[in-house]
């Protein structure tokens, strides 16, 4: 994959000879003609490759022997005409790791017949990927041939040695092949390196992603190291400005944390993972390019500027503010740090610091409405603009409320708040909500929350409210949209809720509830892991007992019924889509006697589940009541994510884990007041424990 643009006269040739993009992101590919707008755009700014594989192309990944339809194939076959044209190397990439029977030889041709298909077209460049495959062979066949520990690597090596001898070579196609293997992060050897590199070609490049999967910095040392483990010269895939694994934000900021100690390295080049967004991720994509071509040379913040002017034209000052809350990386980083030091020091009281609040906020939003041009990239940031201008009206209503704590401010507050976090598009999520809480709990007018929080009696104990059953809430010190909709859907059930991050025994023994969110902590999970309440989780489920394993899902919204006459199925059927957009997904490995209600689509994974009372659980313990394992994610049931399906699952799971509807109103209650559960409530069960933190499914 040889540099194919010339430098620019009196300029020395870029220091990295492949520098481009591999669309290797889970989630909506990009639409063909954003596809050829990139391959022109690439070529303006000095991206010389770019490589086909994105995930949720059946005939990449999941359907691999597949052959393209005709449609499709032309399609393929323009965009490698046109790089042709254009001076980029078009790589075609087949995954075939989740499905290939590395031991028959029938798929060896099957690979050999997909790739000849699109050869035929025009395609002369290939690379084979095998991330995000199970790391084991587990075909008894396959564990004869390859024997011992990294036995996949192995297979997985003399796959490309044969596809190299028996597809490329007789075709005279010479370069290295591009390869992606399963344990494509870290830097240290392990088994599989050691047996993939035993059996792979000497001349292949491997993709490899940093010491982590995404990563802040990329060091000499890293790729030194990982060279070594691998036994091959590298192609950095960086995972930036990808965010599959968050479709809500953008990272429109520039690249960052790369080092510029190349000369002489085994580094052959960089493919940088974009974003979902095509046309936005050309800003930060442009810093990519000035990186790779002059590492010592490259700034930071000058790329930024000139990307956004060369992206926005006129329109630059109005997308400016946007660009620069979404301009964080690595992803776990504080967005617009000066912005959140501007907001720790007006709740500190420091002078000056409201004015320089509100100057930002009020800059953001003003430029938010009034951008329009140019009208393409426009039209893809519209959910983040409108978001945007919403979240900085939240802040200065806070701003304000701190000023004037009046009755009128604190519900104007409230209501700017409830819009800015109704937008799936996430701007400034956690930085300005957190402090439009703590301005309203300030004032001693936080969110009311749901009726009737739970009292105590006369030994501090948690006692029933008002006739309510106390339902005992397990999250995070802090509260959170997702408490607060979560609180306020166990008050309409007719629960007094009590809020605790580090409960007591009293306060255990006394729920007639326990939900458990991803707030919570491990001694927390531990104190209501044997609880006599029926108990309702989608964090610990492997500490609560719940499930031998489980697995946080990235970029899924969607789960399908497969027991519609449960009463957790909320009477519901088929695919259900239960996020607005693509956000973070719960599954769990069950237990024998778990009920599973619902699988994420094109998995067969539990992500809804019950165990009845008496039920025999993973860990071997004997559930005291019911257990539901619930689908949701780090937002639960934040207003930005769910649907109304989404929502209906939740409470139908809510009240089947109770096995009842409301419960039943006091003397002093309205009976026409109080809707009721299901008629039937058979309690159902399936879970799957959760090894937090992994992510495991964060694409490359």
């Known amino acids: 994959?040889?540099?194919?643009?010339?430098?620019?006269?009196?300029?020395?040739?870029?220091?990295?000879?492949?520098?481009?993009?591999?669309?290797?992101?889970?989630?909506?590919?990009?639409?063909?003609?954003?596809?050829?707008?990139?391959?022109?755009?690439?070529?303006?700014?000095?991206?010389?490759?770019?490589?086909?594989?994105?995930?949720?192309?059946?005939?990449?990944?999941?359907?691999?022997?597949?052959?393209?339809?005709?449609?499709?194939?032309?399609?393929?076959?323009?965009?490698?005409?046109?790089?042709?044209?254009?001076?980029?190397?078009?790589?075609?990439?087949?995954?075939?790791?989740?499905?290939?029977?590395?031991?028959?030889?029938?798929?060896?041709?099957?690979?050999?017949?997909?790739?000849?298909?699109?050869?035929?077209?025009?395609?002369?460049?290939?690379?084979?990927?095998?991330?995000?495959?199970?790391?084991?062979?587990?075909?008894?066949?396959?564990v004869d041939r390859w024997p011992g520990a990294g036995a996949a690597g192995a297979a997985h090596g003399e796959t490309c040695t044969r596809f190299v001898a028996e597809f490329l070579t007789p075709r005279g196609i010479r370069e290295p092949l591009l390869v992606c293997p399963t344990d494509y992060a870290g830097v240290e050897e392990t088994a599989y390196r050691r047996r993939f590199a035993a059996t792979a070609p000497p001349d292949i490049?491997?993709?490899?992603?940093?010491?982590?999967?995404?990563?802040?910095?990329?060091?000499?040392?890293?790729?030194?190291?990982?060279?070594?483990?691998?036994?091959?010269?590298?192609?950095?895939?960086?995972?930036?400005?990808?965010?599959?694994?968050?479709?809500?934000?953008?990272?429109?900021?520039?690249?960052?944390?790369?080092?510029?100690?190349l000369a002489g390295s085994p580094l052959a080049g960089v493919l940088a993972n974009p974003m979902i967004q095509a046309v936005p991720s050309r800003i930060p994509l442009m810093s990519v390019a000035d990186w790779a071509r002059d590492p010592d040379g490259y700034d930071p913040a000058a790329s930024a500027r000139r990307a956004l002017d060369a992206a926005a034209g006129a329109g630059a000052e109005h997308l400016a503010p946007l660009v620069g809350v979404c301009g964080s990386w690595p992803p776990s980083a504080e967005p617009d740090a000066?912005?959140?030091?501007?907001?720790?020091?007006?709740?500190?009281?420091?002078?000056?610091?409201?004015?320089?609040?509100?100057?930002?906020?009020?800059?953001?939003?003003?430029?938010?409405?009034?951008?329009?041009?140019?009208?393409?990239?426009?039209?893809?940031?519209r959910p983040w603009l409108v978001a945007g201008a919403d979240m900085a009206a939240a802040g200065l209503a806070a701003v304000r409320l701190l000023d004037t704590a009046t009755a009128d401010a604190v519900e104007e507050t409230r209501r700017a708040l409830a819009r800015a976090e109704s937008h799936y598009a996430d701007v400034l999520r956690v930085v300005v909500p957190p402090f439009v809480r703590e301005v309203l709990d300030r004032t001693g007018q936080p969110d009311p929350g749901p009726a009737g929080q739970a009292e105590r009696d006369a030994a501090g104990r948690p006692a029933r409210a008002k006739g309510r059953p106390v339902a005992l809430l397990v999250t995070g010190e802090r509260r959170t949209a997702g408490d607060e909709a979560v609180a306020a859907l166990l008050g309409e059930r007719g629960y007094a809720v009590c809020r605790r991050h580090a409960p007591g025994?009293?306060?255990?023994?006394?729920?007639?509830?326990?939900?458990?969110?991803?707030?919570?902590?491990?001694?927390?999970?531990?104190?209501?892991?044997?609880?006599?309440?029926?108990?309702?989780?989608?964090?610990?489920?492997?500490?609560?007992?719940?499930?031998?394993h489980s697995e946080v899902l990235l970029a899924r919204d969607r789960v399908r019924i497969v027991d519609p006459a449960d009463p957790a199925a909320a009477g519901l059927a088929d695919v259900v889509s239960v996020y607005r957009g693509p956000a973070k997904l719960t599954v769990a490995e069950v237990g024998p006697d778990a009920q599973i209600v619902a699988l994420v689509v094109d998995e067969n994974r539990p992500a809804l589940f019950r165990?009845?009372?008496?039920?025999?659980?993973?860990?071997?313990?004997?559930?005291?009541?019911?257990?539901?394992?619930?689908?949701?994610?780090?937002?639960?049931?934040?207003?930005?994510?769910?649907?109304?399906?989404?929502?209906?699952?939740?409470?139908?799971?809510?009240?089947?884990?109770?096995?009842?509807?409301?419960?039943?109103?006091?003397?002093?209650?309205?009976?026409?007041?109080?809707?009721?559960?299901?008629?039937?409530?058979?309690?159902?069960?399936?879970?799957?424990?959760?090894?937090?933190p992994r992510v495991p499914e964060v694409s490359l």
């Open 611 to 692: 165990y009845p009372r008496g039920a025999r659980l993973p860990d071997g313990t004997v559930a005291p009541a019911p257990r539901v394992g619930v689908f949701l994610g780090a937002d639960g049931l934040a207003p930005w994510l769910m649907t109304a399906d989404g929502r209906a699952l939740v409470v139908a799971a809510l009240d089947a884990c109770a096995a009842r509807g409301r419960p039943a109103p006091d003397a002093g209650e309205r009976p026409d007041a109080v809707a009721t559960g299901p008629a039937a409530n058979r309690q159902r069960g399936a879970s799957q424990p959760e090894d937090l």
């Open 205 to 261: 490049v491997v993709a490899w992603t940093g010491h982590d999967i995404v990563v802040g910095e990329v060091s000499r040392s890293d790729i030194d190291k990982a060279a070594a483990s691998y036994q091959r010269r590298l192609m950095l895939w960086d995972n930036f400005p990808v965010n599959d694994f968050e479709p809500s934000r953008l990272f429109l900021g520039p690249l960052t944390g790369r080092t510029t100690e």
């Open 505 to 548: 025994p009293d306060e255990v023994a006394a729920a007639s509830l326990v939900v458990v969110t991803r707030g919570a902590d491990g001694p927390a999970i531990e104190a209501v892991a044997h609880a006599g309440a029926p108990l309702l989780a989608w964090h610990g489920l492997v500490p609560l007992g719940l499930a031998r």
């Open 1 to 142: 994959m040889s540099a194919l643009i010339p430098s620019p006269a009196g300029q020395p040739p870029p220091v990295l000879s492949t520098r481009g993009t591999v669309e290797g992101f889970y989630g909506p590919p990009w639409p063909h003609a954003e596809r050829m707008s990139h391959l022109e755009f690439s070529a303006r700014v000095g991206l010389n490759a770019y490589v086909y594989a994105p995930k949720n192309d059946p005939y990449h990944r999941a359907r691999w022997r597949h052959r393209y339809p005709a449609p499709d194939l032309a399609r393929l076959a323009e965009l490698a005409e046109t790089a042709r044209t254009l001076g980029i190397r078009f790589t075609y990439a087949i995954s075939p790791g989740l499905s290939m029977r590395f031991a028959e030889e029938v798929d060896y041709q099957a690979l050999a017949a997909k790739a000849a298909q699109l050869h035929d077209a025009g395609v002369d460049s290939f690379a084979l990927f095998f991330d995000d495959v199970p790391a084991e062979l587990t075909r008894p066949e396959e």
């Open 338 to 381: 000066e912005l959140a030091r501007a907001v720790a020091d007006t709740l500190a009281g420091r002078p000056g610091a409201a004015g320089v609040l509100t100057g930002r906020l009020t800059g953001l939003a003003r430029a938010c409405r009034a951008a329009a041009e140019p009208e393409p990239l426009v039209a893809a940031l």
